[in-house]
């Protein structure tokens, strides 16, 4: 989908890209930020829609879809350590817009760390409700309507 930034956002198809996927959230959600992994593996990536953004046949970042009704619940969004502040993250999210339209949903919704919330104000998510903590990390859930 993307070309001149050097890296190419589209969906996970195979196994072995959903490998790759699963192994960087290990290591940014269980490594990097003390997530036990029973949740971080939360039984539901069969049931959901994988985004990735690979370079060179590296695989940059992530997120996870999960259709219910017209509402997409976005989760699982991980950018390796060595490739943030490139976008990534946000040409993630702009094709999590792109299915969620295509398949028909009108509404996305996911818990923010907080310390992450501009990333989704810039592309137009709006808090909704009180700070909590979830896996030891404060969030802020956050909704955007297409
Ligand atoms: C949060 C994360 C996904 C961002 O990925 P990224 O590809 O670096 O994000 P982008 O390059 O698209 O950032 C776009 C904008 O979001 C904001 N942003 C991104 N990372 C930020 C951070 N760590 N702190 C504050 N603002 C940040 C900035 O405004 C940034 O624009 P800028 O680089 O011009 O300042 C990445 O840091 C990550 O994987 N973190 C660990 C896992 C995590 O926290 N996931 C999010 C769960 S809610």
């Known amino acids: 989908m993307t070309s001149t930034v050097g890296y190419e956002i589209r969906r996970a ?40 953004a690979v370079e060179d046949n590296e695989l940059l970042g992530t997120c996870r879809l999960l259709m219910v009704g017209a509402t997409a619940q976005l989760s699982r969004l991980a950018v390796r350590a060595s490739a943030r502040r490139r ?3 946000t040409a993630l999210l702009a094709a999590s817009d792109a299915q969620t ?8 919704v996911l818990h923010a760390q907080t310390y992450a919330r501009r990333l989704y104000e810039l592309t137009g998510y709006r808090p909704r409700g009180r700070v909590f903590t979830e896996a030891g990390i404060e969030h802020v859930a956050m909704e955007k309507h297409l």
């Open 13 to 52: 198809t195979t196994e072995q890209e959903l490998h790759a996927a699963l192994e960087l959230r290990h290591d940014v959600f269980c490594v990097e930020q003390g997530v036990p992994e029973h949740e971080e593996l939360d039984g539901r990536d069969r049931d959901g829609l994988h985004l990735i």
């Open 101 to 108: 339209r295509a398949a028909g949903g009108r509404r996305i």
């Open 87 to 89: 976008g990534i993250a």
